[in-house]
């Protein structure tokens, strides 16, 4: 399953696995009477990485008594450690931040995408729900939930409220706070947030939205997919097919990324992000539902002399070409039939897929190894990664990720 190895250096068996191939003999020779300062370091070294405070002394020797067993101490850090609040309000708040908006940074106020990846990820919760769930984290305080605001989660980190505790963020539907599409049961995970939304849906062609899943979900830009051998047919009328006169760079260029791509926005066709001209007031807002009437975002039909005869987007029914060609290799469901209607249904389609499963690992290997993943670790993320196929959970990729870069 090595499908993302652009990073990979020079494999073999250095002189420093062979060393802890034997200090892992001697671990396992004397873990039954006491940890010595190695495991003593190590399991310090896991709870910095994870946590990214050190443990107190008492949840240090907790740790240690587990070395036997390192993933045990990772699990102890995450899920036992007397800072623990500190994994789920600072780590994986940085972690998940980035995702949420354009420009990438993690210094942005905590929102629902963030707080639902939280909650998926505390809870045990198969991650591919993050593209297809059908709920959202709220907090129990007050201002609550609206979908024209983000006042409730700034108000969860203005108090300091500890998500790693389940009575503070909890799981609720979509459909319960009348968000986005799930009138039609069109909840799509973090794709559906208000977050999201204004990050991706906001003017535009709703492109962004399938770029940036793709560049946060899949780790791969358009760039990396791009291929020319695509089948134009769904290309919408925006596009060109003679820019500046010539269709060479249309068959050599635009194609490369519009083939695959735009069928695949069709998803969205459905969903805009409106706000009040000063900015206020922002929120998602759906044309999919019959009880109200279904139209096609008036987006996707700008610009349409551009090129009369491309695609008329008339539904919310996508298809993903990216299956045939050199973007087979990005390990797609053979259980999903390849085409579907609205956000969901395409969230699934990105969420089975092993380009989702291994991206989800790296991003937390950089996370808590502070580093590329090496080439002495290609090994070990196949093998987690496969793991992660199995059970779909992120906390135990970031259990066995931090005992790959705790030390020797
Ligand atoms: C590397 C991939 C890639 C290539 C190559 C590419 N595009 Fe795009 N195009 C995109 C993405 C991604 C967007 C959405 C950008 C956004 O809204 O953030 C986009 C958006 C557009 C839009 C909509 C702009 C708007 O917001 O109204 C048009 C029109 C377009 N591209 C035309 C072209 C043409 C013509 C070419 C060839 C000269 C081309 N593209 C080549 C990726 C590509």
Redesign the pocket.
């Known amino acids: 399953m090595k499908i993302h190895n652009k990073r990979q250096k020079q494999a073999g068996l250095t002189i420093t696995t062979v060393l802890s191939v034997i200090s892992l003999l001697l671990v396992g020779s004397i873990s039954t009477t006491t940890a010595g300062p190695v495991e003593r370091t190590q399991a310090k070294r896991i709870h910095d990485r994870l946590i990214g405070v050190p443990p107190t002394d008492a949840d240090l020797a907790a740790m240690e008594a587990l070395m036997a067993d390192p993933v045990q101490a990772a699990r102890y850090a995450i899920s036992n450690s007397s800072r623990r609040a500190y994994f789920y309000n600072v780590s994986l708040k940085n972690f998940i931040t980035p995702w949420t908006n354009?420009a990438q940074t993690a210094f942005a106020p905590l929102n629902d995408y963030t707080a639902t990846v939280i909650g998926i990820v505390r809870d045990d919760k198969d991650f591919r729900q993050i593209l297809s769930g059908n709920e959202v984290y709220v907090g129990t305080i007050t201002p609550s939930y609206a979908r024209t605001n983000n006042d409730h989660y700034e108000a969860l980190e203005a108090n300091n409220i500890d998500l790693s505790d389940p009575s503070n963020l909890t799981a609720v539907t979509q459909a319960s706070l009348g968000m986005a599409g799930s009138s039609t049961d069109d909840s799509a995970g973090v794709i559906t947030t208000r977050a999201a939304g204004q990050a991706?849906f906001k003017?535009?062609?709703?492109?962004?939205m399938?770029?940036?899943t793709l560049m946060n979900h899949m780790c791969r830009?358009?760039?990396h997919v791009?291929d020319i051998t695509g089948i134009p047919d769904r290309i919408?009328q925006?596009?060109?097919r003679s820019?500046g006169g010539d269709s060479s760079?249309?068959l050599n260029?635009?194609?490369?990324?519009?083939a695959g791509?735009d069928p695949l926005t069709s998803a969205f066709a459905y969903y805009e992000w409106v706000e009040e001209e000063d900015g206020s007031n922002g929120q998602v807002v759906y044309s999919g539902d019959p009880a109200i009437g279904v139209f096609v975002q008036p987006?996707y039909h700008?610009?349409r002399s551009?090129f009369e005869y491309g695609y008329i987007t008339r539904d919310d029914s996508w298809e993903n070409y990216w299956r045939k060609g050199p973007n087979a290799n990005l390990g797609w469901s053979q259980a999903l039939p390849n085409k579907g209607t609205g956000a969901k249904s395409v969230g699934a389609e990105f969420a089975n897929s092993e380009a989702f499963a291994q991206c989800q690992v790296e991003k937390v290997y950089r996370h808590v190894c502070f580093q590329e993943p090496i080439a002495n670790h290609s090994s070990d993320i196949e093998q987690i990664t496969a793991e992660f196929m199995g059970d779909y959970n992120l906390k135990e990729v970031f259990a066995k990720t931090a005992v790959l870069c705790m030390g020797e």
């Open positions: 354009e991706f003017a535009g062609t709703n492109r962004a399938l770029r940036f830009d358009l760039e791009k919408r925006d596009v060109s820019p760079i249309f260029s635009c194609i490369g990324c519009h791509m987006k700008i610009n551009n």
